[in-house]
C-alpha cells in the first residue's frame, strides 16, 4: 500500500475537503476556479491549520521584508484574552497550542515547546497596508508522489509530543507526610516524657535531694537490768531531752549562757566556750554542739520557754539506777550515748543496747525548716535492747553492801569484798564492793571506786586456803575425819620457818582441832603426805588460777605457783595458802564446791534473758564437774564446824544464832602486779546450816591490821544471820557435833 500522503484529501474537482465555498473569511470575496489552481490550499483543512488571525496564513506571513509586514510577539496571556481564535487552534493542534518561535525573517519556522506552554507567535497584518493584495508565489501542482521543492516551504516534520509538563505536588501527599512527622515527633517527646517521669525519675529528683533531707536519730531503748524477780529494775532507761547549740545562729553567747546556766546547772563559762563558733574537720563552721545530755522534759520545756536564738532541745534517753549505788560496782554505767562503758552495761552490752533506728525527711530552706508535706519520708524503727534478769536479789544486795561497808570502815579499811552464793545453783545472790559509788551520776567517782572488788580483788587468801589443802588430803586418803598425830609449835620450810598461833607443844592434834586454830605446822604436816603435784590438781579441781566466767569484765584469774617454780619454803607457804593468787569469788565457788557434797558449779550472775517481744530465755547451764566425793565433803565440813563452835576457836564471831555454822578463817596478803601491799587482808568464808547448807557467804577486807576472825566474821555474821531469814530457811535442829582438840 502506497504511504498515505501528507496532503489534505482532494475532491473531484480538485479542490480540498473542507474548503469554503461563497464569501471569503473577514469581508474577502470569493475567489475564482482559476484562482484557486492559482493558489492550491486554500479553504481547505490545510489552510484552517496554517491560518492566522488577522486573515492571513503563515505562508503569506512568510515573507515579512518583501510585504514590509512587521512582525508582532504576543505573550501567552495576551492571547489568550485577546485571540478569539486560540480555542479552535488547540483543538486542531491536538488540544494543544502550538508555540511558534521566529528566527531569522524568511527562514524556516521553528517549534519550541521549551518556550513557555501555551505561548503563539502570531504575524499581524500592517493596518496601513491592508488594501493592497497580498503578493503570493504561484504554485506548481505536484503529482502524487513527487516531493515539493523550492516552491513549497519545507516539509512539515511530525509534531513531537511535548514532554510531560513536570507533575505538581500533591497536597494530600505533603499533608500526611507532614503529619506522619509530627506525629513522630510527639511520639518521640512522648516516650522521653515518660522515661523522664517513669524510669529516671529516682536518679533527677535525688539530684537535688540530699540537700533537703535531714535525719534524725531514733535511740533503740535500751534493755533493763533487773533483779532476780524481773520485776525491781536495778537500771532502766527513761525518756529524756539533750539540749544543744547552733553557733551560727546564736545572737549573744554571753546571755545565752547566763539564761541556762541555772536551768543546766553548768557554768556559764562553759557554756559560753561550747556555744563559740568553730570549725569542723571538713572546714564548715559547725552548726551542732551538745550543751548538755538527760536533760528532764519539764526542764527542757522550760528551756525551749525562753526561745533562745539557736538553742533547740531534741529527745534523748537517760540511764536510771533507782537505787543510786545499789549493785553499781556490778551493773557499771553507760556513756551518754547509752553504750556500755563499766560492769555488766559493758559485758552486756550487744543484748542491752539494741539497733538505733533513724528518721530520714525532706526539709525547707530558711525560715521553712520544717518538713514537707508529701515529700520524702523514710522511717527506720528503732529495735530496742532486750533486758537482762540478774541472780541477784534486790534486798540481799542492800544488805550486803550495807553491813560490808559498816564493817570496812570501822577497820579502816582501804578494800572490802563480799559474795553470797546459792550451794545448789551457784547463782550469785549478791555481791558487794567496797569503796562503792552511784552509777546514775558516776563522774565524781574515782576509778578505783569503780571496780567490783569480788572479782578484781586479787589476794594471798590465806588460812581458808587450808579448807583446799584438808579437802585433797580427804579424797586421796591421806587422812580421816578421827585423823590426829603430834604438833610442834613451828616448822621450817628452806629458810622460812612457819609457827602457829595456838601452840601445841608437840601434843596430838585432831584434824577438827587444827581447823579450828588454824595450826600452820599441821597443815604443812598433812600437806608433805599429799604431795605437791596432788595440791595444784586439787587446787584447780576447786576453780583456782583460772576466771570464774561469772560475766564481769575485768575479772582477775590469779594464779597458781606452777611446781617448777616451787622453792624450799614453797611447801610451807602453799599448803596454808600463801604464794597463792586468788579473788574473793574464786574462793567462794570453792566452798560452794564443799557445801554441794564435793560438786563444783560455776558461779554465774545472769539467770535470763527477756527480748523485746517479751520472750523468756535461760542462762547457759552453768559449768559443774566433781571434786570431792559427797562422804569426804561432809566429814570436811563437820572439821569446818569447829571453827565456830570449839572454845578459842578462831571463828567464834561468825556463829549465827539458831544455825549451825561452818567456816573458816583467813589472814593474808594483798598482791598488787605480784606485789604486797601493806597491811593485812582478814577473811572469812562459811556455809549454813552446816547439817545442809544452802548458802555460802565470803568476806575479804583489806585494813591496816586484823585477822579474820575479828574483822570479817562479824561481818559474816551479819549477812548470814539476814540471809537464813530473809529466805525463810529454818534453824537447824540439831546441835553441833562436840569436837575434841588434844585426843
Known sequence: MPPRSEEPRRDATGSRRGSSRGTGERGVPPRAAGDRDAEPGIGGISDARAYTPRGRTIREGAAPAAAGRAEQRRTPRSSRTQDPFRPALQVL???????????????????????????????????TRRDEPPAVAPRRRVAAGESRRGDRPPVRRPARKPPRPPRLADPGRRLRLGTALALALFVAIGVRLVALQAVDTPAYADGGLADRLRTVQLPAPRGAIYDRSGEAALAHSVEARYVYADPTRIEDIGATARSLSPLLGIPASELAEKMRPRKRINGDDSQFEYLARGVDIDRAKEIMALKLSGINTHRDERREVPGGDLAANLIGFTSPDMVGL???EARLDDLLHGEDGQRVF?????????PIPGGYSRT???KPGSSIVLTIDRDLQFMTQRILAEQARAAHASTAAAVVLDVRTGEVLAQASYPTYNAAKPSPSDPTDREDAATSFVVDPGSVHKAITFGAALQEGVITADTSFPVANSVVKGDQPFRDTHPANGRRMSAAGMMAYSSNVGTIAIADKLGAERLI?????????????VGMPGEASGRLLPLTEWSDSSYGS???????DATPLQMAAAYAAIANDGTYIQPHLVKE??????????AAEPTTRPVLSPANAAALRTMLEAVTTVESATGLAAAVPGYRVAGKTGTGWRLVEGKKQPGDVASFIGMAPAENPRYVIAVFVHSPAGGGGQVAAPAFRDMMTFTLRHFKVPPSTEPAPTFTVFP
Do not use: C, K, M, N
Open 342 to 344: 563499766e560492769g555488766l
Open 609 to 618: 534473758t527477756i527480748a523485746p517481744d517479751g520472750t523468756r530465755s535461760p
Open 362 to 370: 525532706e526539709v525547707g530552706l530558711g525560715d521553712l525548716a520544717a
Open 537 to 549: 590438781d586439787y587446787q584447780r579441781r576447786f576453780g583456782l588460777g583460772e576466771r570464774t566466767e
Open 574 to 580: 602453799v599448803p596454808i595458802g600463801h604464794s597463792v
Open 93 to 127: 493542534d491536538g488540544g494543544r497550542a502550538a508555540g511558534w518561535a521566529g528566527g531569522r525573517p524568511g527562514g524556516p519556522a521553528r517549534r519550541d515547546g521549551g518556550a513557555g506552554r501555551g505561548a503563539v507567535v502570531r504575524t499581524v497584518t500592517d493596518r
Open 380 to 382: 527506720t524503727r528503732a
